[in-house]
């Protein structure tokens, strides 16, 4: 049986919690009835490789999994895709459908961006609802050789940083505390150092150095009356001053200890000398334990059996009597061990334009087959293209649920034994899904983000266009998709004026309308960016521009142009996803008319007098009406039906007759009362012009018209194939350095999987990454190598 370790960790509360009233309820309790309500989500992007040059395309496969159990999670529909730069601004963006827990996609880098390491992060709309910490984030480096002209700009000078972690979250005079400490550049990157703790600038109290990563910690008792300073001296001799967290009057701290290999000690002690203390386990916010103990002479004790605590990373908050948290710190139980996914080639070296076979096998600790969702990339690595970083199962036991940037997270796991890595990590990294006022709070929980659980939801706010206010309650607003396939919806605003449109299955599209109903002329609708405009505090790595001159860079960047010139078409074949539904919102129309089909009139009138049935044209007051028959009762509706063009709707009837119909291609009717929501619709006209443009149709001045992309379409991988002698013999190049790339590559019950491709022109050292998460949880990578001669 494998021994299970743990480590420990500490996250800072904030001081102001001692002023707060009595808690009336158990902590535990709380969270629990918390948890079943703000259930979270964890996303994890596989990209093809890490390093590009402008021109290429950067593929992704993205894997949405219950925060908890990190199982394939089939609630949010959509994902967003930012590329950021140093200053936290989109260059790109991108909205993935999402189904089964995973979605795909590919972006194009333009020979517009500029060199630099950029930010690739992804998130869903309900994730919002938590924080930007519980984002994904991985650096991308993209270099464009076309713009190696430009003179980049001279790397800052380093500047040195370190920062203090207090065990427990606070210093206390008079307390005995575990401090950790970090020391970084301006960039992210650590480095070593050594160095003193003063106290009033004279005497040396604490000794400090490095271990891992810029990583260490120091004890220290701090006096009322004194300041403290640390001195830390790199290896250059640069010496860094800093100020330590001042330490409080009274309060409270904790220390946990090892008692053997299966318990934990949490030590308490507090200025205050008796009164209860209480301490809760969680893991990913599910209670594990929960008990009091007496503080006597300001000090209590917990001891807490390892295996009660689950798999990962874990809180420890020590309350005072009052049910209030005054100490939290984390610890981590090593996970189960992650799938095994081995990717085996059929040959070690291949000549170009060569089959090359690959099998896949996805095995559980101790060899048992397992099937898997995995996705597969095969590109060449060089000097500048290494191996990637950063895999699913360090992702998920360790990266999502820490803060900030982590060094080498794979180290932690190949080296379980190293404790004071792993608790030096946790130690300056803590950080948790959920605030402890949030959860103590009795008010009904309220969400700024819709869970996009059927599709994209549009949200925005109904405002009054005199005086920019939002509108009252129950203003109703429509949106539509402009373009031949008819995409509409409707829905009313709340008291603050948010309105969200649902629309299912929305891809594509440049742009969306939306208005309100003639009724509610004095009101506007404004559409919201759906994009997350907060961001982390994780800086990019410093970049340093490629050598122009650089033989490796020159061709490159020549493999690219050449790839796009002759394979430009084929890396442009889009479509929709499988199963998707095109139909329109209503489904399916009473009676449909192809107007070509039909005797061609100049004018709309006589169209629909002469061949549109069960339709009345009428004019009452000097405007025009066209009630349809209800088929259910079999009668006309008093009312006008819903008129669409190219899905926009149509509520003044005169500038619809006026159009050209030799425009109009289509028409169909519903001839029903039609219900969408909380608004009905005496039937409904949707007419479709040949080119989705409205067909000359002229907007009503309150529509607010939005540039809004939707969700994207596939592309398809382009690998051709070299399976004959004419195709071995083409004279067009192929320089493509990703010779392959799957998002959806399963391995069956027995573990196994399979696919084939051809080399390409470029000779070199390959590698194959395979990321896979089975049904249960369980998650891995794979990799391989071979070559081509």
């Known amino acids: 049986m494998n021994k299970i370790v743990t480590f420990l960790v500490v996250i800072a509360l904030p001081v102001g919690l001692l002023a707060q009233e009595p808690a009336s309820a158990d902590p535990a309790v709380q969270l629990d009835s918390w948890r079943s309500v703000h259930f979270q989500e964890k996303i994890f992007v596989h990209t093809d490789k890490e390093f590009y040059l402008a021109g290429e395309i950067c593929w992704f496969k993205l894997y949405l999994v219950d925060a908890g159990a990190h199982r394939p999670l089939d609630l949010s529909k959509v994902a967003y895709l930012e590329w950021l730069d140093k200053d936290n601004r989109p260059v790109l963006q991108a909205k993935i459908a999402l189904r089964d827990g995973h979605g795909d996609g590919s972006v194009y880098l333009p020979l517009t961006v500029h060199s630099g390491h950029y930010k690739l992060r992804a998130y869903t ?42 065990e427990g979250g606070n210093l206390v005079n008079g307390l005995t505390s575990t401090v950790a400490f970090k020391i970084e550049d301006q960039f992210g990157q650590s480095t070593a150092c050594t160095g003193v703790v003063t106290e009033d ?92 103990a007496a503080l006597k002479e300001g000090k209590a004790a917990f001891t807490l059996n390892r ?33 095994h996914l081995e990717v085996k080639a059929d040959q070690a070296t291949y000549g170009t334009r060569k089959k090359i076979s690959l099998q896949v096998s996805s095995t559980a600790e101790g060899g048992s087959p397992m099937a898997a969702d995995c996705s597969i990339a095969v590109f060449r690595v060089d000097s500048l293209q290494t191996a990637t970083s950063g895999h699913i199962f360090e992702y998920l036991w360790l990266g999502s649920d820490l803060k900030g940037k982590i060094e080498s997270p794979d180290y932690y796991f190949e080296h379980p034994d190293d404790r004071q890595a792993m608790d030096n990590l946790l130690l300056t ?93 004095a009101y506007r609708v404004d559409i919201n960016n759906p994009f997350s405009e907060r961001y982390s505090e994780s800086p990019l790595p410093m970049f340093e521009f490629p050598r122009p001159d650089s033989a490796l860079l020159l061709d490159k960047s020549l493999a690219v142009q050449v790839l796009n010139r002759y394979g430009g078409e084929r890396l442009k074949h889009f479509s929709f996803l499988p199963g998707i539904d095109t139909s329109t919102f209503y489904y399916r129309a009473d009676h449909s008319y192809l107007l070509d089909d039909y005797t061609r009139f100049t004018t709309m009138e006589e169209v629909m007098r002469e061949y549109v049935v069960l339709m009345l044209v009428q004019r009452r007051e000097g405007h025009y009406h066209l009630p349809l028959l209800d088929l259910g009762n079999n009668h006309f509706f008093v009312t006008d039906p819903l008129i669409l063009l190219d899905g926009v709707p ?133 990799l391989a190598t071979f070559e081509v001669e």
């Open 125 to 166: 709309s309900w994730m919002k609802n938590f924080g930007v910490d519980g984002y994904f984030e991985k650096a991308i480096t993209v270099v464009n050789a076309r713009k190696s002209a430009e003179t980049p700009a001279a790397p800052a000078p380093q500047q040195y940083s370190v920062h203090f972690f207090p």
């Open 307 to 339: 295996k009660e605590l689950g798999e990962g990373i874990s809180h420890l908050t020590v309350f005072d009597y009052r049910r209030q948290p005054l100490c939290e710190r984390l610890v981590f139980r090593e996970p189960p061990r992650p799938m």
């Open 650 to 782: 149509v509520f003044n009837i005169d500038s619809l007759m006026i159009l050209d119909p030799l425009k109009i291609r289509k028409l169909e009717t519903v001839q029903h009362r039609y219900f969408m929501g909380s608004v009905n619709f005496s039937g409904i006209m949707n007419w479709t012009s040949y080119k989705g443009d409205l067909a000359g149709f002229i907007l009503d001045p309150r529509a607010t018209v939005v540039d809004y992309e939707g969700l994207q379409m596939e592309r398809e991988f382009y690998s051709p194939t070299y399976a004959t002698d004419e195709q071995i013999a083409s004279h067009l190049p192929d320089f493509r350095n990703v010779l392959y790339w799957s998002p959806m590559l399963p391995t069956d019950g027995q573990g196994r999987g399979a696919l084939g491709f051809y080399s390409s022109d470029l000779p070199g050292k390959y590698v194959v990454v395979v990321e896979g998460l089975a049904a249960d949880g369980r998650s891995g990578s794979g």
């Open 429 to 521: 990294h803590g950080w948790r899904r959920f605030q402890w006022e949030d959860v103590q709070s009795k008010k009904p929980p309220a969400f700024q983000y819709p869970l996009e659980f059927h599709g994209s939801i549009i949200t925005g706010r109904v405002v009054d266009a005199r005086t920019g206010n939002p509108a009252a309650q129950n203003i109703q607003g429509y949106l539509s998709v402009p373009g031949t396939r008819t995409q509409f919806t409707s829905a009313t605003c709340d008291q603050g004026g948010r309105i969200h449109f649902e629309l299912k299955d929305f891809f594509g599209a440049p742009e969306v309308i939306a208005l309100t109903n003639p009724e509610d002329s």
């Open 201 to 292: 600038d004279q005497d040396t109290v604490a000794h400090f150095e490095t271990q891992r990563f810029g990583l260490g910690s120091f004890i220290l008792t701090p006096r009322s009356g004194h300041r403290y300073r640390s001195t830390a001296r790199l290896a250059d001799g640069t010496a860094i001053s800093s100020l330590l967290p001042t330490a409080f009057a009274e309060g409270m701290v904790m220390h946990v200890s090892a008692e053997g290999d299966d318990r934990l000690r949490v030590d308490v002690q507090s200025t205050s000398a008796g009164a209860d203390v209480y301490l809760v386990a969680d893991t990913r916010q599910s209670v594990k334990w929960a008990g009091t």
